[in-house]
């Protein structure tokens, strides 16, 4: 060997490119592109799994830069070859010979090494071939054989810095992972001393209390102290609008994505902020889609699971080990052999969720409510469906098998106020709690009234009924009041009482609709009474075009509130609910252009995943003119999802798929009405397209 090749900054060189290549591909590149390949069955973030990389990245590669530099001569050549022979076998391993073993990768169920005799052999015999690539260089090739090992090394890291940057762009929009979830932790307990409970309902009229004063004769001998606030306007309508602008006082005005804009009214300065800095026991029981992350801070039910360093690097060791065992030849993959469902170990299995008979039965199971002193003060918002269909509840607050009606759902949910209202008189916190009941929008013309009974502490008299115009926006200074008189900064600034009978004021109201591709957040105001329609003015409207981007096969879109799916949407699809989307009338088309379709592709498979069928109906669906599905679609859909599958030979050269979707049930006379009042079919939540 020449010895001008054995200086410390050839050394150097040659051992920070080998480093570089191994350190590239199976501490940076591998992580990320199995993350990015299994993103829909992993719950935590792009972001974390990155940071985790990244660092650990940097510090291998010190490290070995240093192993492979610091040798002289012959131990210094073994330890480059060899590092380059192991980083060559592990990128032709990751992405160019691995085969499907048929199960066992991610579903935990045993994988029949055996029957892989063959393949290991010929897997063996490559790896082989990596191991003596670089030593038949530095033999072969005495004076070149450095410049290929760096050149080859500089190469291969780029071709995948390539990749992974083209993976990353092309699903940059499904990389964030909500890894916080609201919790039922202390959701029947309460202080012995002071107590504000909110119940909010999902949706329920003003004009529904009419029903329950008829048929519960001792109505208002129950809700003593309370006063009925009859002319009440909702923030929104739709509880992705309504709720969260209920509980904030911020509504979201179609500017950003529905993420971002939760993500910025949970950031700072919310009530619940407040509550936390004057020692308020502040719990929030909704579900977690209605929250950003730093909710977390102030709502004392509202855990991160990634916000531990023992979560975070078991998230970090359980990619690395998915990682080896993909890049690991086929005779050590037993060694690294996992079912990724272990790492949902670390999420909670008491999230939170809007099941009112499963509320009132955990409820009964414990005996009711339990009091503290480890606190003084505490805040309760309960979220339950009130009148929102489908329609099980019994009158008795238990889910029905079969559907029940508006009058049992209300009865129903009533019974468990009912009786937790019961549970405070009768330990003694009834007189001095404030109690408020109220729903997050109405169910009659633009959902723009809801119920509203507040019984204020230490309120002795007896039920009353109001007209003072009133908001839900009111909650969060009402809720602000407990603790300062300065309540201009929350919501509406004013509370529920700082309103007399006769009062007059300008209130707003926000209506999500639109439909297909095409989302719009109207505007509304009123100086009248809230349930006047008629008196309810447009001011402006807020839109938001999707416009379709080329789908890229095998990713995961959403017909949720940022409706990543809508923007293939043409025809026959409703406003999404923040939930999923309605198919609606006689017909209803997508067109999608995908970005690519492999050439061996014998079948596209089509996936939507149901989430409600409001009438079961005979469904035909075309593929760029050709029937490829019929059935009737009826409740089993809700748990398998619609299946189809179109053959690829009917996609032209422009790469675009047109389904058209029929309901030949449903009378043509329906293209002449308005798209959000025709019947509608099933809603969907999800939707993708893969090959096999």
Known sequence: MDNKYDKFGHRLALGAACSLFLVFTFVLYAPLKLYLENKDVLWFNFESTLTASLILSAVTLIIFTL???????????????????????????????NIDYGS??????????????????????????????????????????????????????????????????????NLSKVTFEVTRDGIYELSEDDNTVVFVLDSFDNEY???????????????????????????????????????????????????????????????????????????????????????????????????????????AGTIYKYAAYSYAPHYLKPYFWMDLDTISSYKSDNAYSLDDAQFYSDYVAKQGFSYTDSYSDCVRIYHLSGARTPYTLTKNTIKSATTTSLDEQIYGCFNCIFSMIEDMKNSGVYKNSTIIITANMGNKELTQNPLLLIKEAGSTKGYQTSDAPLSTYDLAPTLASKVTYDV???????????????????RYFYLNTGENNKTRIEQYSTRSDAADTEQ??????????????????????????????????????????????????????????????????????????????????????YANGKQVFSAKINQSFSNDGLNFTVPARLIGDDKTL??????????????????????????????KMYTQ
């Open 104 to 173: 066992g990768v991610l579903d935990g169920s045993e994988i029949a090494w055996k029957d892989y005799t063959t393949y290991g052999a010929i897997d063996s015999a490559v790896w082989a071939a990596c191991l003596a690539m670089p030593f038949a260089f530095w033999m072969v090739f005495r004076t070149q054989w450095r410049k290929i090992l760096i050149f080859a090394s500089i190469g291969l890291v780029l071709v995948q810095a390539v990749i992974l940057t083209s993976q990353i762009s092309n699903n940059s929009n």
């Open 658 to 687: 047109r389904l058209r979707i029929v309901f030949p049930e449903i009378s043509d006379d329906e293209f002449l009405i308005d798209q959000n009042k025709r019947t509608k079919t099933f809603s969907v939540q999800t939707f």
């Open 209 to 315: 209390l009419k029903k329950i004063k008829r048929d519960f004769p001792d109505y208002e001998e129950r809700l003593g102290g309370f006063t009925q606030y009859d002319n009440t306007l909702a923030s929104g309508s739709g509880t992705s609008i309504a709720l969260p602008s209920l509980l904030t006082g911020e509504v979201y005005k179609n500017d950003t994505t529905y993420s971002s804009y939760l993500e910025s009214i949970w950031d700072n300065g919310t009530v619940y902020s407040l509550l936390k800095k004057n020692d308020v026991d502040t719990r929030i029981f909704a579900q977690t889609a209605y929250f950003g992350t730093e909710a977390k801070d102030d709502i004392e039910n509202i855990y991160d699971y990634m916000d531990t360093k023992v979560a975070r690097l078991s998230m």
């Open 67 to 97: 192993i492979l530099a610091l040798p002289k001569r012959i131990v210094h050549t073994g330890l480059c070859c060899l590092v380059f022979a192991l980083a060559l076998g592990l990128f032709l391993q990751g992405n160019f010979l």
């Open 536 to 621: 309810m003015r447009l001011l402006d409207s807020f839109y938001s075009s999707k416009k379709a981007s080329k789908y890229r096969l095998g990713t995961s879109r959403t017909f949720a509130m940022d409706a990543t799916a809508n923007e293939y949407c043409i025809q026959g699809f409703c406003s999404t609910t923040g939930w999923s989307t309605a198919l609606a009338g006689p017909q209803s088309q997508m067109v999608i252009p995908i970005s690519s379709i492999p050439s061996d592709a014998e079948d596209i498979h089509v996936f939507f995943g149901v989430s409600n069928i409001h009438k079961a109906s005979n469904c035909v669906i």
């Open 488 to 506: 201009t900064n929350y919501g509406s600034g004013k509370t529920y009482f700082d309103f007399e009978d006769d009062a007059t004021r300008t």
